[in-house]
């Protein structure tokens, strides 16, 4: 057990010191000696594991919890508006779990290319997914630039609803109308045209 583990546990509290410490100051204002003495290991350390400070910041990145949610766990035939709502459910859980380094990560990205480039593949697979539950509800006679926009116009939403999360808490989403109305305007819009 021994040194592989203490090893694990101290890049491990390396990275949650970071995160609350970027979180708190922001990642310019926080020094790596900062992070030391909040993780309880010599600076030292710290460089080892991560040899320039913004290694930590795209290690975080790496942390974001893995958005993909498989089309079958959440598609019911026929029913588009249902399918996104249980996408968008499946997806808020997992927003949950990383509030506050989603919120760090958003506002470090207009800094740091590494973080943005991130958060733009992470929009770009949230667009895939729609389309894909879209597209597996729906059925084929849907119009593939009607899927498209559906799916970018949604993912957006999505998107922002999750970038302003840190404001109002999980209670807050949960009581969102506002992006049920727009997935079912959505929906209605897609099946009419079908």
Not at 28 to 50: C, Q, W
Not at 96 to 110: K, V
Not at 161 to 182: K, N, T
């Amino acid at each position: 057990m021994g040194v592989a583990s203490d090893e694990d546990s101290a890049r491990e509290r390396i990275l949650l010191a970071a995160e609350e410490l970027f979180a708190e100051s922001g990642f310019d204002a926080t020094p790596t000696s900062r992070i030391a003495e909040r993780a309880g290991v010599p600076k030292g350390l710290v460089h080892y594991y991560f040899r320039r400070k913004p290694d930590l910041l795209e290690a975080l990145v790496e942390r974001l919890p893995d958005e993909r949610v498989e089309p079958g766990r959440v598609v019911v035939p026929g029913d588009i508006a249902g399918s996104l709502r249980r996408l968008v459910a499946e997806l808020d859980i997992r927003l949950s779990a990383s509030r506050m380094l989603s919120h760090l990560l958003w506002r470090e990205a207009d800094t740091h290319h590494a973080v943005r480039d991130a958060l733009h593949e992470r929009f770009r697979s949230l667009v895939r997914q729609v389309r894909a539950v879209i597209v597996a509800a729906g059925g084929p006679l849907l119009a593939t630039a009607d899927v498209d926009s559906a799916s970018g116009l949604l993912a957006r939403s999505m998107s922002y609803r999750h970038s302003v999360a840190r404001h109002g808490g999980p209670e807050a989403i949960a009581a969102d109308g506002e992006l049920e109305r727009e997935l079912t305007f959505i929906a209605a819009a897609l099946t009419t045209r079908s």
